[in-house]
Each structure stands twice: as C-alpha cells, then as structure tokens.
C-alpha cells in the first residue's frame, strides 16, 4: 500500500471509519441504549443541564439557578452552556438523560472528525487522518475527562481551530479562514469552561510561533499569518459576549486567592509521564493515591497523556523522520513542547513568572495542558503512518522493537524506584537510600513537610474505608478476602493488573515487526494494533451506564425527592443531582463560588448520637429552609446501632413528618460504582429519608430582635443565627418564575426582612403599597450573605424581588453587534475572494 491509494478512501469513508470506532470506543454509551452515570456526571453536570432542560421547555433563559442551594446566577456561573447552539438545540428536543448521552457522543464524534480534518490540513493522507482522528478521540485525555462535560464539549472545537490556523499558516486557505477561525474560537468558548479554550488559543499562538520559527512561505509572509491567526482570538471574546460578561462579573465577586498552591495544584510530573506508554500504571488501585499522587498535589483524573504505543512510535517516527511534510512536523514539535512544558507547570523553571501572567493566571490544573501535547501527538502519528507507508524509513522494524524496548524500560525504572523505596524502608541499614529519597522529595516545588517515612507509613496502612473498597473493586482488582487493603502486601497483584495490557500489547509489537518487510501488511497491522490498544484502554472508563430513562425513575431516593413541591431544598450528599427530581440542594457544588452559611450547613449534615443532638441537626436543617435530607449510603457499621438506630434518633424528636429507610442500589452505583452496588457489601447500604414539613424562606426580624446594622455585621454564626430565627416570624414566599419572587407582609412596625437566598448585585427589592405604588428599597447583605430588605414602619405591603440581568443584556447586545459585523466582513471577504480566485492558492 502506498499514499497513490488514497484514492480508495473516499472522504465519506474515512470520516465514516472514524464515527464508526469511536461509536464502538463508547459502547454502550448512546446506541447500545446506555447512558453515562457516576463521577461528576451525576454529581455536578446533569443535575444543572435538567434545569436547562426545563427552562427551555418553558421557553425562558435560566438568568437566576434557584435549584442550586440558596440560588445561584445560572447563565453567568457557565457551566449550564446556555448560549451553546448544540445544548440548545439537543436539551430543547430531549429529555434531560438522553441530550447529555447525545451530547457526550456528538462531541466524542466531532473531536475526532476535526482531528482527521485537522491531519489532513497538515498534509496527512485519509489513512493517516483517520488514525489522527481515533488516536484523538479515543485519548486518555478524553478518557479520563469524559465525566466532565465541558472537557469533550470544548475539546472537540480544538483541532478545528488548530485545522484552520494552520491552513492560514501555510497560506493554503482562502480569504474567509481567519473569519472562520473567529467564529469556532467563540463557540468554544460558549460551552462556559474557558480553560481549555484558552489553551486552544495559545496552541495556535505556539503553531504560529513555530511557522515564524522554521519560516513556513518565508519569514515576512510567515509573520503576516501570524497576525490572521491572533487576531480573530480578539473577535472570538466579542462575539462570546454574551457568555463571557456576565461570567466576568461573577468572576469578580468569587475570586478566590489565587496563590502558588492553587496555580501549581494538579500538574502532570516528571513521574507521571510514563503514562505515555503505560496508561493504566498509577490509574487502577485506590492504594497508589496517598502514595503516589496526593505527594505531588495532582489526581490520577487529570493526568493521561496517551494517545497509544503505537501512535506515540509513530509520531516520534515523524519527528524523526518528517519526509515532505517537514514544515508542519517542525511547527507540530513547537506545540508539543509547549503543551507538555505547560503541563508539567511548578515542575518547569520560569511557572512562578508565567502564572502570573493574564490567562495563566486565571486556571490551575496545568495537567489540562495535556490537550495541546495529545492533539499534536495524534496529528504526528497521522504523519508517521504515512511515512510508513511511503518506505521513508529504512528499517521500520527495528524501531519499532527499540521503541519496545525503551518504553519497556521506561517502565522498570518507574517501579524500580518505588521497589528500591519500600524495600529499604524494610531495612534500617539502608538509612542511606532513604535520605537520598528525602533530598528527592525535598526537591519538589512544594514546601508541605512530607517525608519519605510517612510515605513509607501510607503503604503499610490497612485500609477498609468503604469507599477505597469500592474503588478498588471498580477496578476490577480482587479484594482480600479477611484482611483490609495494603498496598505493601498487594502491590505485586496491582503491577501486574495495571500492566497486563501494556505488556500483551508489547509483546504483539514485537511480532509485528517481523512484518516490517512487507510495507502493506505492517502499515495495516499498525493500523489494527492501534485501534485494539485504544479500545482495551475505554474497559477503563471512569464513567458507569445507566439505562437512558429518568433518572428519577431508576432511584427510589430521587423519586421520593420529586414527590416533595418543586424547589423543596434538601441536606443530601448527592451534590447537584437531586436537582433533577426539581428539588435544591443546600450542599451543592459550583466552579464559582459565593459560600453562604457553611457553619449552620456542616451542623446540618451531623449524624446524631442521640435525640437532642438529632434535634439540633433538624434545627439546624430548618433554618437553611430544606424540609429533606437524605442520609447515605450507610453501611452496616458505619453508624453505632446501625441506620435503624439512626432513624429512631430523629423520630423521637417528634418533629419530622416521616422517618424512611430506603434500599437504592441504582443511587448507591452511581456514587460508589455500579460494580461494588452488586457486591455483598454494597447491597447492604441503604438510605434514610428524613422529610421535615414546609420550612419558611423569609423572615421578618423586628427592630428590637436584631437593628439593621447587627444583621448586616453577622457572619452567619451558627448559634446566633438559630436564636435569631427562633423568635423571628416566619414568612411565605411565592415565586411567579426563579427570577421574580414576592411575599406580603403585615408589619408592627420597622425591622428587616431577611430572604434565605444568595445576595447578587443583580437583585433588586421594591416595596408595594396596597394602592400599587412600588418603591424601590436597597438589599442589605445580612446573616452571612442572604438578602434582607429594610421595613421603615408599621402596615400591610408586598415586596418584590426581581433578578434584572444587567451584565447578560450588555453580554447579548455585544454578541449581537459583533456577531453582525462578523457576517459583514465574512461576506465581503467571500465577494473579495470570488474576484480574486487566486487569493486561495497555496503558498
């Protein structure tokens, strides 16, 4: 086979062998009637996409969240997307379970047709642009990310920018490339997680330095075409105005310190590069955490630079090889080594300066760096294969063993150094290698205190915490049968599992080498050897399937939730996932945060050891206005007296409107691993169900209780907040939509009317008479961060509260404006480039 067939790959038929792979890297997800649950699917994304879900069936923008907690700004928070065309279109069709699995594939599908598209930009041949295309979109990075939405949402837009700089690069584009780019740099960003947009950004600015550099079509005409590929990031802003206003004036009121340990926090390391060759090394058994992650302030879910053996060799084949495409290849180096530089952040001199700067400053996680360096690795092996195939290399074979036999010792020395550690902790005399380990751990960019006996002292640590179990069964690794987890015992089981695959698949490339003088055979057994890693690595998914119906219909505890009245609040430990049975959550979970009342919210989440103290905690729950809270999953054990016990303690009380033990092993898969829910032990949790009655929201504070200015002085303290509401008048609050709320009030005289909701600047409050004269009142920040409103004196009014939504007017009057003046100079470029045909002619 040679680079003449590519006439045998139709267009359709390659980007048709792409869907088809990664369709099959997801089954069951989406057309095997599977829907992705666990991770932050279920405890952060689907929970705020079934409020988009319905705020879009009832035809209005979800301005003001008042699912989350005590509400949120739910445009300006970002997450939800709501100006992104495709969650529009598949959340105002679907039902909320069945958009978030179309989306997942949709997006899967379209990152790795823009990497085949991307490749192919670069010179690659359609054989080669497909193997960019699965090596991409069956990544590790997509991999470990697919809990999280917004990491496939606004990764799939980025080979299709980095497609289009390139084109404008190499002067092979037309005059509507740098509009073109303008417009995908601003979709991406409207999904709300601008990290990886802006890496985006800047892997086209490293691509453009690297045409500078190796001076692609000259040196002046290389600069000019910088300057069309840096522009259009400017327009992408103004045309994603409408995201990005009012999430910057979020942004402002929830700016937390960004210090060093914030920036440098979840970096890849040095050490955990090795994943390059060995992905599932560190990433299976809960027992590496504490000793090999935890150390260097990073997780195994935000570290997996693979794009598989067998595209890592080829794209270093390309690089050491580039044949005609040497231009690209040398600009694709440029951006592999800023995006692996990047990611490895505080381990990396100049990242004290650099983390400073507009941009890097704004992001930890430089680990997510790793989306620049995978998507380069991916277009390169495109190439390498091409090379391949063309006989460019002399003896393809023999690299590809000494590429074996280097990953293979890559490998060896990773686990020798973890050996030669445990083993000489095991003798005193070797005091000597201990220290060397000392000044090594010393050496990091952290000054934590860590030492190498404690260390030492987490490997030998028993271990039977419910969740450790669980995720060590998930991982399918075998589980002692009567004595707990260590990993000083268990570790020589644990090598062997999470390299089993990585060894077979060696084993495999070494025979396939034997092929290399057949170039057609090779190329294909390459090709197939590829697709079979990529596939064995998606058993490793750390996302859980679900059938794809109401997730309230599969939970016995969400369907409990979604009997209450919609906007019930609830003390529960599912994060934001009770929002899709339409009740709050009080502990909820946000990438901007505005904390309010975590005193009186850590008393409402104790397990009671008695009556009384069970009667503090529903105090407590009543105050923050949740009438549920669910409990669980309890194990036997975990509670004295076990969770039977536990619900005596509170029906003594005689407060609660019902007392309920409830079996859900669909609730208990989703947060502990379906795997483990079938377990002995996992069926054994069960939930309790505490629902408290209707619970006040609003309440009005006499002057002679507390003065204005105690209340706006109060940090929330917990003890002081539960006297204060306890001799209060508790008020009704109506809600006519989230962003317009009322109450009526008979007044003795002045005082304040405190509001359990989040105070935010686009709040405001207005007093109406009986004769329905509004006058506008200013909202006080009271009790640690509710609202509360003045009353000047005694009678009989309404206040209203209404969410004006200023910044996201100004966000769509700016998106609007320059999404006219985007179609104008697109239109006009079009009409310039029909007059001048030779405009687009490559350089």
Known sequence: MDVSSDSRWAWSGGAAAVCVLLVGWLWPIGVGGAMPVGGDVTSFQIGLMAVLDEALAEGRLPLWNDRWGFGFPGVAESQMGVYYPPHATLYGLLGVEAAYTASMVLHVLW?????????????????????????????????????????????????????????????????????LLSAVLAVQILPGHFQLAFCTQVGLLAMAAGSVLSGVGGRRAAMRR?????????????????????????????????????????????????????????????????????????????????????????????????????????????????????GLGP???????????????????????????????????????????????????????????????????????FELAIRAGDRPVDSGIITAYQLA?????????????????????PRNDLHMVADQENAGLPLPSATPLRFDRDRVGIYRAELSTTAGLMLAAVGLALLSGRRGAFSAGLLALAVVDLGLLARRRPIDEAPIRPLAEQSAVLGALSRMPVGTRTIDPMQNLAMVAGVSPVLSYRTLDLPVQPGLSAIAQVLPRDAPEAGTVLDAQRALGARGRVIGPISPGMVPGGIDALADRFDETGRLESVEVVDDPALTGWMLGTRFSKLPAGRAVRFLLLDAGPTPRAWFLPSDLADAGRLRASRGEPGELLDLLADARPLVLRSRSPEHLELDMDAEGPGTVAVAQLDYPEWHASWVDPAGDANPMAIDRVLGGWQGVRVQGPGRRTLRLDYEGRAERWGLVISAVSWSAWGLGLALSARRGRRSPRAGAPA
């Open 441 to 461: 751990l010393d050496a990091r960019p952290w000054d934590d205190g860590v030492t190498v006996v404690d260390l030492l002292g987490e490997a030998r640590r």
């Open 111 to 179: 990152g790795g047709l823009g990497a085949r598209w991307a490749a192919r930009r670069f010179g690659a041949s359609e054989a080669g642009a497909v193997l960019s295309g699965v090596s991409w979109g069956a990544s590790g990075f997509f991999l470990i990310h697919l809990p999280h939405q917004w990491a496939y949402t606004v990764g799939s837009w980025t080979p299709w920018a980095w497609g289009l700089g390139w084109s404008i690069l190499s002067g092979s584009s037309g005059r509507k490339a740098p509009w």
């Open 226 to 342: 910088s300057a069309l590929v840096a522009l259009p990031m400017a327009g992408a802003f103004l045309l994603a105005s409408a995201q990005v206003v009012p999430t910057f004036q979020l942004a402002r009121l929830a700016e937390t310190q960004r210090d060093y340990e914030y920036l440098s926090g979840f970096a890849s390391t040095p050490l955990h590069l090795v994943s390059l060759v060995a992905p599932e090394l560190f990433h299976r058994s809960p027992l590496w955490r504490p000793i090999a992650w935890d150390p260097f302030h990073t997780s195994p879910e935000e570290n997996l630079v693979y794009v598989g053996l067998v595209p890592l060799f080829l794209a270093l084949g390309a690089i050491a090889r580039p044949g005609p495409s040497a231009g690209a290849v040398r600009v694709l180096v440029v951006v592999l080594a800023a995006g692996l530089v990047l």
């Open 347 to 417: 381990y990396v001199p100049g990242f004290v300066a650099y983390s400073r700067w507009p941009g890097f400053s704004f992001f930890r996680g430089p680990a997510r760096w790793g989306i620049v360096a995978t998507l380069a690795l991916s277009i390169l092996a495109g190439l390498g294969f091409d090379a391949v195939r063309r006989g460019d290399w002399r003896r393809p074979g023999i690299s590809l063993v000494m590429f074996v036999f280097g990953a293979g010792a890559w490998i060896g020395l990773v686990l020798g150094l």
